[in-house]
């Protein structure tokens, strides 16, 4: 089972996939980055032609603004393994 | 120059739209049946006489300007992509993995498709030596066509009905549903909630699009939808983007500097109290954006207010047009 999470809560979207590999799921802009989660799509099945295995259930994740942006926010969504809890709040940009 | 009138970048994406058809739609279904023995590299040779007859092709009109041959080039492209969707439901999806991420080169190089360079040095030696590329490549589907009939897989009035019956959805779709969401606060409200749901009661089957979502603009908040790994987008709902949608140019600008790319690209200015939020796709949820009714537009019933609303503003990178103006055109 992987993890759940639930809207508003803090995240970071994981660098690494799993076994040290780049996580190829995420663009790379997103690789490390902190966010807050601001939709729950639940378990998204039957999507054959992309990937045959399920990932678990997916969020959208409202990115923080990296630093030196005009402060726009990017909206990107990503599956529990590919998440993690993190207590870094919101960047004074958002 | 603003970024969807740029027509060399138009003709670079009519390139890779076919580059993609021919590499991971139509091949892999021809290797598939030649290496499973069901059909002969002799069988597709034999069948050129009859090749032609699927698609005929246009006549070129002499005057025709470069804007206006691209255009040609482009519905030629739909041709061929509505041929190799029908070769497709006879033979089966059912494909050797060349459709697979890794083995299309996604991930590995060295599985990496080779691309066939189109030559010309102006741009109106490009649109000949790919308006010539695209007919070898449409014999080839038309030999296939013919090798499904001589088989016996399909009968040749069945082809042909298949061939003309595929329309292929369109924005359309997008915009009266849209004017129906700006009318009916009940169903506004259900599309908000399950739009998928929605729309399958209405007779969208949406069979392969596993999610969708969406997203109203507000005055506080305006979407911009983008997909910056492929190019996901609603298909089945709105048929094929724009061209520039799946351009690494829009794909880099629009995450990097969403209000800034907006104003380039598109001549679009969102107030500055109004939240520009880019909405990034996967393939797992479709986004479709609802534009802000336009002023002026009180009174009007869902069709005139459908005309109001074009695919850009579905994409979040346009805006809806006005009553005024649309009286206008």
């Known amino acids: ?94 | 120059m603003v970024h969807s009138e740029d027509l060399d970048a138009h003709l670079r994406s009519v390139e890779e739209d076919m580059e993609y058809w021919r590499t991971k739609r139509l091949e892999p279904r021809v290797f598939r049946l030649l290496r499973k023995g069901e059909i002969s590299f002799a069988d597709i040779i034999t069948s050129a006489g009859g090749a032609e007859r699927f698609f005929p092709a246009p006549p070129v009109g002499s005057e025709a300007t470069e804007e206006e041959r691209v255009a040609a080039l482009e519905l030629r492209l739909g041709e061929f992509i509505r041929g190799i969707e029908v070769a497709s439901s006879v033979i089966g999806s059912n494909v050797l993995n060349e459709e697979g991420r890794d083995e299309a080169g996604v991930y590995d190089a060295a599985f990496k498709f080779g691309h066939r360079r189109v030559g010309g040095s102006s741009t109106d030696d490009r649109i000949s030596e790919l308006g010539r590329y695209l007919e070898e490549e449409m014999l080839m589907l038309g030999c296939l066509l013919e090798v499904l009939v001589r088989k016996g897989w399909v009968t040749d009035a069945r082809l042909e009905e298949m061939l003309r019956a595929k329309s292929p959805p369109r924005y359309e779709n997008g915009a009266r549903i849209v004017a129906r969401a700006w009318l009916d606060p009940a169903f506004k409200a259900k599309l908000m909630d399950d739009a998928k749901g929605t729309l399958r009661e209405l007779g969208f089957a949406l069979n392969r699009t596993p999610k969708l979502v969406v997203l109203e603009d507000t005055d506080s908040v305006h979407h911009v939808i983008v997909c910056t790994l492929c190019s996901c987008y609603p298909y089945e709902l709105l048929g094929n983007p724009p061209w520039w949608y799946k351009h690494d140019s829009y794909k880099e600008a629009i995450v990097r500097e969403p209000r800034k790319t907006l104003v380039e690209m598109f001549k679009l200015s969102v107030p500055g109290e109004t939240e520009v939020r880019v909405v990034d796709s996967t393939s797992d949820v479709r986004y479709m954006v609802m534009p802000r009714r336009p002023e002026g537009s009180d009174g009007l019933g869902e069709e005139e207010l459908a005309r109001l609303v074009t695919q850009d503003s579905l994409i979040g990178v346009g805006e809806t047009i006005r009553p005024t103006v649309a009286e206008a055109r």
Do not use: C
């Open chain 1, 1 to 94: 089972m992987s993890k759940e999470f639930t809207p508003g809560q803090r995240v970071r979207i994981k660098r690494e996939g799993s076994g040290g590999t780049t996580n190829r799921r995420v663009p790379e802009y997103a690789r490390g980055v902190t966010g807050t989660i601001v939709r729950s799509h639940g378990m998204v099945t039957g999507n054959r032609h992309d990937h045959a295995e399920e990932w678990g259930p997916l969020y959208s994740v409202l990115l923080d603004p990296s630093p030196g942006s005009s402060g726009e926010r990017v909206s990107l969504d990503v599956h529990a393994p590919w998440l993690e809890e993190t207590d870094a709040g919101a960047s004074e940009a958002s």
